[in-house]
Each structure stands twice: as C-alpha cells, then as structure tokens.
C-alpha cells in the first residue's frame, strides 16, 4: 500500500462546478498535511495545510479526518486556471519530518 | 517570502557532460533542502536530502557518486549530474525549509535533456 494514495484522476468538470478530492495516508503518526498545486511543466507550490479543525481559504476547503486517515480538498467555483495536478502531502514530524507525496490528481477546468 | 530560485531553468548536453544545478533560497535560511526528480506524467521522487554542512542523505537506489549534493551555506545547493546519459534526463526539482515543522518551498526546476 502506498504511503500516500490519491485518485489520479483526471477529473474533467466545467467552469462553476465544484469538484473535491480525496487523499488517504498509511502512517497514523502523521502529523502534518498540506495540499500543494502543480501545474503541467511546472514546480510543486504550496496551496495551503490542513488543520484538525479544517480550514478555508477564498473558494478552497480543506478537512482532515485523523480517525479514517482522510484528507479532503474541496474547490468551490472552478475556474479555468484551477486546472492543475493536486498533491496530497503528509509529515511526519518525527526524527527527520519525513515529508511523502501523493502522486496527485489532474483537474481539468473547461469553459 | 518563502522563495527559491533554480538555476539554470533548462539544459541540453552531450552525454558524458557533468551538469551543475543550483538551489538558492532568496528570503530566507534553508536549514534543509531537499532533490526531487519527477518523469513526465509521474510524482515526485525524492532523491536526497541535505542539512547545511553535513552530507547529504540519499534515498534508496539513488546513487550518491552520480548525484553529488552539496550544502555549503544556509541558502545554496548545488546538485550535480556527473558523466550525464539519456536515462539521467529528466525535471529535477529543488525545495527548502527553513525550520523543521515549516512546509517545503519549490524551485522552478530544471528540466535536463541529454543527447
């Protein structure tokens, strides 16, 4: 199993729609989670961590399920230049702060 | 804040020719830095970590004669490809953090082609 698993899509949606995406991880001493964009031919950047208690920023939603070991992105609103591959990515902030990433989900946002 | 700078953005060599690709962080001190290779369409596949002034830690399969890191200062690494073959080309990714519980900033990449 791997230790970071996301659906790699691609998720094709149209603009306005709101898409979510899922991300599970093996190591129940992870302590620290974000969601990274990274569009075709680019570098990773960072979108945004994850919090216990779940956290907003503008159209995107992002949840944390520790119990399930479940990550959620929710993009309200798509927009054209949503489109990108999403990583899911996990810390563990033990010894090294190992830090895995999934292998991302591609978004397609089409007019 | 939080950026790193990756330099040269492209390069394209005969094979056999060592590349040296650099890392800087702009705004602030990388503690840790770390090597990332991704394959068109694929994740991201760490190859080595550096803390400023140890060796670097090189994941499994990577081979450290090959791929020589180097972590001399708080904002610079260098990654450099020796006696460089078509398998080697590839993006290599360069990212930095500045304190250990901090998320990791990118570079731009830079994307190798050897002939």
């Known amino acids: 199993r791997k230790e970071v698993e996301q659906d790699p899509g691609p998720f094709n949606v149209p603009e306005g729609a709101t898409v979510a995406f899922n991300c599970t991880y093996s190591?129940?001493?992870?302590?620290?989670f974000f969601w990274y964009r990274q569009d075709c031919r680019k570098e990773p950047k960072l979108l945004m961590s994850?919090?216990?208690s779940g956290n907003e920023d503008g159209r995107f939603t992002a949840q944390l399920n520790r119990a399930s070991q479940y990550i959620s992105l929710l993009i309200r609103d798509s927009k054209l230049s949503d489109s990108a591959t999403y990583l899911c990515v996990v810390r563990d902030n033990t010894g090294g702060f190992k830090t895995i990433f999934g292998a991302g989900t591609r978004l397609f946002v089409k007019a | 804040g939080a950026v790193v700078s990756q330099h040269p953005s492209r390069v394209i060599c005969k094979s056999g020719t060592s590349v040296k690709i650099e890392c800087r962080s702009l705004?602030?001190?990388?503690?840790?830095m770390f090597w990332y290779r991704q394959f068109p369409k694929q994740s991201l596949m760490l190859m080595a970590t550096s803390n400023e002034g140890s060796k670097a830690t090189y994941e499994q399969g990577v081979e450290k004669d090959k791929f020589l890191i180097n972590h001399a200062s708080l904002t610079l690494s260098t990654l450099t490809v020796t006696s460089a073959h078509p398998e080697d080309s590839s993006f290599y990714i360069c990212?930095?953090?500045?304190?250990?519980?901090?998320?990791?900033?990118f570079g731009d990449g830079t994307r190798l082609s050897i002939l």
């Open positions: 705004d602030f001190q990388a503690t840790t």
């Open positions: 990212s930095a953090r500045e304190f250990i519980n901090q998320p990791q900033h």
């Open positions: 994850v919090y216990s």
């Open positions: 190591n129940s001493a992870s302590q620290s």
